[in-house]
């Protein structure tokens, strides 16, 4: 034990890593299933954040399958291009075979809330060219109720103030994401509490504000296919 760490300290601390460790499995697990799901000469869609880098450093067992990629952000394209693959723009092939991303949480009706990493315009995008879009994620992102995550909304920035003040009318509280500014130049609201009975009434109602450049809830068009790690299977739903 360190010097200067309480017992109830360390016990904490490797706790917290060795939960961290047991999802990061998890994440690798489902990352591997989702790459039985890719035909060969396709061009794939590809998402953003933790898993689906975890996805990616995958990509190469399956290398000659991949045709191309298409990304739904810089980071992602940077992550691409530094394992090889090659990276094109949507305008380029229009529709997509396949898209993969990951979620913030996720439930039955495989609807999501997107948007942790700030990537949610374009992943919604991509999505919505896709053919199929196959969502992955571990079973802590998986919910009976859409809303524990703070519901991102992508805003132009002028509009900050007043899309704050009707997500305070509705009862949720608004936090500016700071330090941050998405790959389109805008900013997001993390949306606290808001309560999501009816997610596509929701997704609509928010996405018609003057402002809002989208929100984080795909549920208009959700997942085709949920693959879930558990950390011993992988569930499709």
Not at 127 to 153: Q, T
Not at 182 to 192: A, E, G, Q, R
């Amino acid at each position: 034990m360190l010097a200067g760490y309480s017992v109830q300290y360390w016990n904490i601390l490797t706790h917290i890593r060795a939960n961290y460790m047991h999802q990061n499995d998890k994440k690798q697990m489902v990352a591997e299933a989702v790459l039985d799901y890719i035909d060969t000469g396709q061009v794939l869609g590809i998402g953003s954040g933790s898993t689906v880098e975890i996805f990616i450093s995958h990509l190469n067992k399956i290398r000659s399958k991949i045709d191309a990629c298409v990304s739904s952000s810089d980071k992602t394209s940077q992550l691409l291009d530094q394992n090889g693959f090659r990276v094109i723009e949507l305008r380029e092939v229009g529709t997509i075979p396949i898209y993969i991303d990951g979620a913030d949480e996720a439930n039955k009706q495989k609807q999501l809330i997107k948007g942790g990493g700030g990537a949610l315009t374009r992943e919604k995008i991509v999505a919505s060219c896709s053919e199929k879009f196959i969502c992955i994620i571990d079973d802590s992102k998986f919910v009976s109720k859409l809303g524990k995550f703070p519901l991102p909304i992508e805003v132009i920035s002028m509009a900050q103030s007043k899309i704050a003040l009707e997500m305070i009318k509705k009862g949720a509280r608004p936090v500016l994401r700071e330090n941050f500014i998405t790959d389109n130049k805008n900013i997001i609201l993390d949306v606290h509490g808001m309560d999501i009975n009816e997610p596509i009434v929701l997704e609509r109602e928010l996405n018609n504000m003057p402002g809002v450049v989208t929100n984080g809830l795909f549920s208009q068009k959700p997942a085709d296919v949920l693959l879930i790690s558990d950390g011993i299977n992988v569930k499709n739903i």
